[in-house]
Nanobody, 122 residues
Framework: VQLQASGGGLVQAGGSLRLSCAAS????????VGWFRQAPGKERQFVAA????????YYADSVKGRFTISRNSVENTVYLQMNSLEPEDTAVYYC????????????????WGQGTLVTVSS
């Protein structure tokens, strides 16, 4: 499966962005999808994940209550709605896919998108 992440940009603190992860190549509905981020000089960090059906989600404590992950099976797309953005959210955001169940470990994911840059100014 090929993944294309988009929706990043520059936003002021307190603002919102919606990231999209569009899939092609295989039936996306059998894959769990995770969002990860990587700031300069830091390790890749788990942000949120959703299982294949969309009924189960998981969030990092740092984004809980501010970010929402969802999926649209018809559009073959997973979204990450990011509200109340903080400068600490600045990073390249990646989406990744694996079979069925969600995980918060990057090494569990088989397919990765190219990343989209989110910059939050103070």
């Amino acid at each position: 499966v090929q993944l294309q992440a988009s929706g990043g940009g520059l936003v002021q603190a307190g603002g919102s962005l919606r990231l999209s992860c569009a899939a092609s190549g295989r039936t996306f509905s059998s894959y769990a999808v995770g969002w990860f981020r990587q700031a300069p000089g830091k390790e890749r960090q788990f942000v949120a994940a959703i299982n294949y059906s969309g009924r189960s989600t998981y969030y990092a404590d740092s984004v809980k209550g501010r970010f929402t992950i969802s999926r649209n099976s018809v559009e073959n797309t997973v979204y990450l709605q990011m509200n109340s953005l903080e400068p600490e959210d600045t990073a390249v955001y990646y989406c990744a896919a694996r079979g069925y169940s969600l995980s918060y470990y990057p090494y569990d994911y088989n397919y990765w998108g190219q990343g989209t840059l989110v910059t939050v100014s103070s």
